[in-house]
């Protein structure tokens, strides 16, 4: 496999062409401005990203748990049944809720989880199967991954967010992974994302290549 490794959290967004749909506009609370080419969204977002990341690594580990732990439950009534069904989670990575447990309990009630997997610059998500005890290795970020599991196309695909706006527009890490995913998926699953009330934003200047989550879930 032909696996990326780099434990710096800001990748490079994929190239895309400028749109000048947006005018400059000021967003709420003194962030930035930001213009209409692409180059100043991508400054832009790189801002908020910063910011955001910053603020959830200083929620402290008590209060993430408890915000997990709604965010879990708002989760089940999003998804509904789970039985038979193929849910995409995610290993916590700087401050992400932190839905393992609520994973687990989803196995327990007859689903099946699945894990993303880094295969490529440029590739789609892969999603192997997983379940506790399963052997795991360091991937891109050195986030855990399955080191082995059937590949599979998921039901539900569960996104963790950056920042996310009222579009259900996901701010992520700039890498492009999972608007990619979505896009190339032969079959479109029910997109969820995940994040924290406080990451939201006004608008993430969504660009042609940006595909919205379904719904976003948080702890609000």
């Known amino acids: 496999m032909a696996e990326e490794r780099n434990t710096d959290p800001e990748i490079r967004e994929y190239a895309s062409p400028p749109c000048f749909a947006h005018e400059l506009s000021s967003e709420y609370g003194g962030q930035s401005q930001v213009g209409d080419s692409w180059s100043d969204v991508l400054r832009w977002r790189k801002t908020e990203r910063q910011r955001l990341i910053g603020e959830r690594l200083a929620i402290d580990a008590d209060e993430r748990k408890t915000r997990s732990d709604r965010i879990a439950s708002r989760l089940d009534l999003a998804i509904g049944k789970v039985s038979g069904r193929i849910v995409s989670s995610y290993w916590p990575f700087r401050g992400e809720p932190d839905l393992r447990n609520w994973a687990i309990k989803i196995i327990e009630r007859g689903g099946r ?35 082995r599991g059937p590949s599979v196309v998921p039901d539900v695909v569960i996104a963790p967010v950056v920042g996310f706006d009222g579009g259900n527009y996901r701010l992520g890490y700039g890498g492009g992974f999972f608007d990619r995913t979505l896009a190339a998926i032969p079959r479109r699953p029910l997109a969820i994302g995940v994040g924290y ?24």
């Open 197 to 220: 009330a406080g990451s939201r934003l006004r608008t993430i200047h969504p660009q042609p290549h940006d595909i919205p989550m379904d719904v976003i879930v948080t702890d609000d």
């Open 113 to 147: 989880i699945a894990l993303p997997v880094v295969i490529g610059k440029g590739w789609p998500l892969e999603f192997r199967v997983w379940r506790p005890g399963d052997p795991l290795e360091r991937g891109v970020w050195n986030i855990l991954v399955p080191s």
